[in-house]
């Protein structure tokens, strides 16, 4: 319990009618072997995975040989809240029909997280593509996460559309750059009244913690867990940011100044 009153008050991460308790989400790919998913993911604590419909195999539906291992078996739907998402899309066309794909395979799932791409080399997005993509989806009665450039008029244009979280690049799909540039990330959480998880360019705990302690309601990684060195102790330290720069933010920092202030009050000198 907190004793300042000036601190925030918390509450569970909320949006298309659920809550969460964990603010870490997690992609699938890049991993070892599912083995190494696994436990990966459980280190997390992580609620909610994300997994590419094109890429990944989760049922006979997609055309992949049976023999090949299913991820729902490791990371089972009962457990985990599974995000289909569109990976490797490049136009709203692609997406759209990604998404009914995916909603076929996960017994009518509506929560999905939406991403057109616009270059094959950056992996940046194309937000035309992707708001065209969303308005069509949202009005197939689809719950849309969607990501997006760090660009705060973008991001009210998804919102404006009804999409039921926004998430802003860090950096570039795979970079582990971290934040190139807080200054849009926290205009857009200061603008927006859906969640904001930043997504892509995370490459360690302080990123990860950085993006908490400017007001995200989450982080999505993937390749800043997959490509460490050891990726279920990566995981273990990226739930522990997420957590720390959550209360952080909740506490409130203290003022930056431009000259120095004694830690001890100068009026009670005993000698």
Same mark, same amino acid.
């Given at each position: 319990?907190?004793?300042?009153?000036?601190?925030?008050?918390?509450?569970?991460? +909320?949006?298309?009618?659920?809550?969460?308790?964990?603010?870490?989400?997690?992609?699938?790919?890049?991993?070892?072997?599912?083995?190494?998913?696994?436990?990966?993911?459980?280190?997390?604590?992580?609620?909610? !995975?994300?997994?590419?419909?094109?890429?990944? *195999?989760?049922?006979?539906?997609t055309g992949q040989s049976s023999g090949e291992p299913n991820l729902l078996d490791?990371?089972?739907?009962?457990?985990?809240?599974?995000?289909? *998402?569109?990976?490797?899309?490049?136009?709203?066309?692609?997406?759209?029909?990604?998404?009914?794909?995916?909603?076929?395979?996960?017994?009518?799932?509506?929560? !999905?997280?939406?991403?057109?791409?616009?270059?094959?080399?950056?992996?940046?997005?194309?937000?035309?593509?992707?708001?065209? +993509?969303?308005?069509?989806?949202i009005a197939d009665n689809f719950d849309v996460m969607v990501y997006t450039n760090?660009?705060?008029? +973008? %991001?009210? %244009?998804?919102?404006?559309?009804?999409?039921?979280?926004?998430?802003?690049?860090?950096?570039?799909?795979?970079?582990?750059?971290?934040?190139?540039?807080?200054?849009?990330? +926290?205009?857009? !959480?200061? *603008?927006?009244?859906?969640?904001?998880?930043?997504?892509?360019?995370?490459?360690?705990?302080?990123?990860? %913690?950085?993006?908490?302690?400017?007001?995200?309601?989450?982080?999505?990684? *993937?390749?800043?867990?997959?490509?460490?060195?050891?990726?279920?102790?990566?995981?273990?330290?990226?739930?522990?940011?997420?957590?720390?720069?959550?209360?952080?933010?909740?506490?409130?920092?203290?003022?930056?100044?431009?000259?120095?202030?004694?830690?001890?009050?100068?009026?009670?000198?005993?000698?």
């Open positions: 319990m907190t004793t300042k009153a000036t601190a925030r008050r918390d509450k569970p991460l +909320a949006f298309a009618g659920r809550t969460w308790r964990s603010r870490l989400l997690l992609g699938t790919g890049k991993y070892r072997d599912p083995e190494q998913t696994r436990e990966a993911v459980e280190n997390s604590g992580c609620e909610i !995975v994300t997994v590419a419909i094109r890429r990944t *195999n989760i049922g006979q539906k490791i990371l089972p739907p009962q457990r985990y809240t599974i995000l289909p *998402n569109t990976a490797g899309c490049y136009s709203a066309d692609d997406a759209v029909r990604t998404c009914r794909l995916a909603r076929e395979l996960l017994d009518g799932a509506r929560l !999905v997280k939406l991403e057109v791409l616009g270059d094959e080399k950056t992996l940046l997005p194309d937000v035309r593509e992707t708001l065209k +993509a969303a308005d069509i989806l760090d660009d705060p008029v +973008a %991001a009210r %244009a998804f919102e404006d559309a009804g999409c039921v979280a926004v998430m802003p690049l860090a950096a570039p799909i795979g970079s582990g750059l971290g934040i190139r540039n807080p200054l849009n990330i +926290a205009t857009i !959480v200061d *603008n927006a009244s859906v969640p904001i998880i930043v997504d892509a360019g995370v490459g360690t705990a302080s990123d990860a %913690a950085i993006a908490m302690e400017l007001g995200c309601d989450g982080v999505l990684m *993937n390749t800043a867990i997959a490509e460490a060195g050891d990726p279920p102790l990566m995981a273990t330290a990226m739930k522990q940011a997420v957590e720390a720069g959550r209360r952080a933010w909740l506490a409130g920092r203290m003022p930056r100044r431009r000259h120095a202030a004694a830690s001890s009050p100068g009026e009670r000198l005993f000698f």
